[in-house]
């Protein structure tokens, strides 16, 4: 959701050009970006890492990953050879004050010869431990000072706890503004993840249902078939809960629960998401099992396909307590949602991959039918689908036809292909966009992300110092461990199985 239609001229230097994260994500949506005609007229792509490499390597490059990952598939050789040629390569090291020098005389070459100023987008596509030295670098070099063109990207993980999160935002607070930092989560840039807010905000009839009167709990659900490929070596540090929960789930969940804002501009919307954060219920060391479980997982099957064990992964301690599998209990000490938990699940190598938010419904406050007649089989739930179908599906109950009275669980759907029959923009052109146009609605505030480690340290803590004794707990292709079951079982509810295409 834009509220600003045009970009402006931008100089965008990517560090970490080599990387994974611009070979996958980044530059393929760039790619899109232009192809929609949504790049500014003047547009440079400076890519910037150690490598002792040419303008036309870094090219081909990202060509081969446009080719791999980009949704539009290979890029067309004419649209190829206009991008390209907007395609830089500097070498720099993080450590270098010349290189940020020899940097901010390359931006400042490009301007004198258009002629005109661009707004400059530094976006730390880089392990966390460089977000501090390139911000030093940019600040000493003056690249950070020019308050309203100059913006900064950086990426999760922003930090492993509290404490390095604290340590890493000091860092960049000291060199740009709040105003300047966009810190991304990319589930926010998701089509089906910010129509959450047009359903609920842009419609009249959710609103009086949506809390503790009627609303009996709500589940978010976010499962993967995927293990942890070749990230073992970052996974092994991350965890489910650091990977997923953290900034993924809890935005989702600040979505739901949120207050309507009064203006959809970002200091309001994220005024209200923080209100959020700050309802959740404490939970202390000492709650922590009957608040959170996890799981990690064992060898199994998944499409007919054997997969190890989390344990026997590349770059996995075979000895490992990390979690593949999160599940929470919260609950938003509010008047609007006092006492209605939120069962929060994410894993790798589960079931299926879906993602969704099921709103719960309170049962009628009285059977008026028979128990003959079916009333039971289905609870009455708005189910926010998000991936592999988008839409959303309010499942209720129906007579079913004839003469004999039986009732019927049945579903009423609006599915994004059907209602639109175009293709939504990947998340991260939405967010690079909105970067290039100063929107920061989309991304998180250093206040929402401190909120979310304060609520979780007590559980890293907790798991980090008592090694979970029955890891691995659930095979590949389960849907996550019996203590996840259990977790919501005692409370006299149940996961329900997410709605899968076509059932
Ligand atoms: C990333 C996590 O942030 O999100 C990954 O690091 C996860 O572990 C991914 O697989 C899921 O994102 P998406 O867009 O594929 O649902």
Not at 21 to 31: E, G
Not at 51 to 60: N, S
């Amino acid at each position: 959701m834009k509220t600003t239609p045009n970009t402006q001229d931008t100089l965008f230097v990517l560090f970490g050009a080599g990387g994974d994260l611009s070979w996958r994500l980044i530059v393929p949506a760039l790619f899109n970006l232009f192809l929609d005609g949504h790049l500014p007229e003047r547009f440079l792509l400076l890519g910037v890492d150690r490598a002792a490499i040419d303008d036309a390597a870094l090219a081909e490059r990202f060509h081969q990953g446009i080719t791999q990952y980009s949704r539009r598939g290979v890029p067309d050789a004419n649209s190829w050879r206009t991008f390209s040629s907007l395609i830089r390569h500097q070498r720099l090291d993080a450590d270098s004050a010349q290189d940020f020098t020899r940097l901010a005389d390359t931006l400042a070459a490009h301007d004198t010869e258009a002629g005109s100023q661009a707004e400059r987008v530094f976006y730390l596509a880089t392990p966390p431990a460089l977000f501090a030295p390139i911000a030093r670098g940019l600040g000493a070099a003056g690249l950070a000072q020019d308050r309203e063109h100059v913006r900064i990207v950086v990426e999760k993980p922003l930090g492993h706890d509290l404490a390095s999160f604290q340590a890493i935002n000091n860092a960049l607070c000291s060199i740009f503004t709040e105003a300047q930092l966009f810190r991304i989560d990319h589930f926010l840039g998701k089509e089906t993840v910010q129509n959450i807010l047009a359903m609920r905000f842009a419609n009249p009839i959710f609103e009086p249902i949506w809390n503790r009167r009627y609303v009996d709990h709500v589940t978010i659900t976010v499962t993967e078939t995927l293990g942890v490929e070749k990230r073992g070596g970052y996974y092994e540090n991350a965890g489910a809960l650091r990977d997923m929960v953290q900034n993924h789930l809890m935005q989702l969940l600040c979505l739901v629960a949120m207050e309507p804002p009064v203006a959809y501009d970002a200091d309001d919307i994220r005024n209200k998401k923080m209100d959020v954060l700050h309802a959740l219920r404490p939970i202390t060391p000492e709650t922590v099992h009957e608040f959170a479980a996890r799981g990690q997982y064992a060898e199994g099957w998944i499409q007919g396909a054997h997969l190890p064990g989390y344990r026997d992964e590349p770059g996995v301690d075979p000895h490992s307590n990390t979690e593949t599998y999160a599940a929470l209990k919260l609950y938003v000490d509010n008047w609007r949602w006092q006492d209605v938990p939120f069962y929060l699940r994410t894993g790798k190598r589960l079931a299926a991959d879906v993602s969704e938010i099921s709103i719960r419904f309170r049962d009628v406050p009285h059977r008026s039918f028979p128990a003959s007649v079916g009333l039971n089989t289905q609870p009455v739930r708005l189910v926010i689908q998000m991936h592999p179908e988008q839409g959303i599906v309010l499942k209720f109950m129906a007579k079913e036809p004839g003469s004999q009275l039986r009732l019927r669980p049945v579903d009423m759907r609006f599915s994004y292909k059907e209602a639109f029959q175009t293709e939504a923009p990947a998340a991260y052109e939405t967010l690079l966009r909105d970067v290039m146009i100063g929107d920061a609605t989309l991304f998180m505030r250093a206040d929402q992300v401190e909120a979310a480690w304060q609520l979780l340290m007590p559980i890293l803590d907790v798991w980090a110092e008592n090694p979970a004794p029955d890891f691995p707990n659930y095979a590949a292709g389960a849907w996550g461990p019996e203590s996840a079951e259990m977790l919501i079982a005692q409370d006299g509810k149940s996961w329900l199985t997410p709605t899968l295409p076509n059932s």
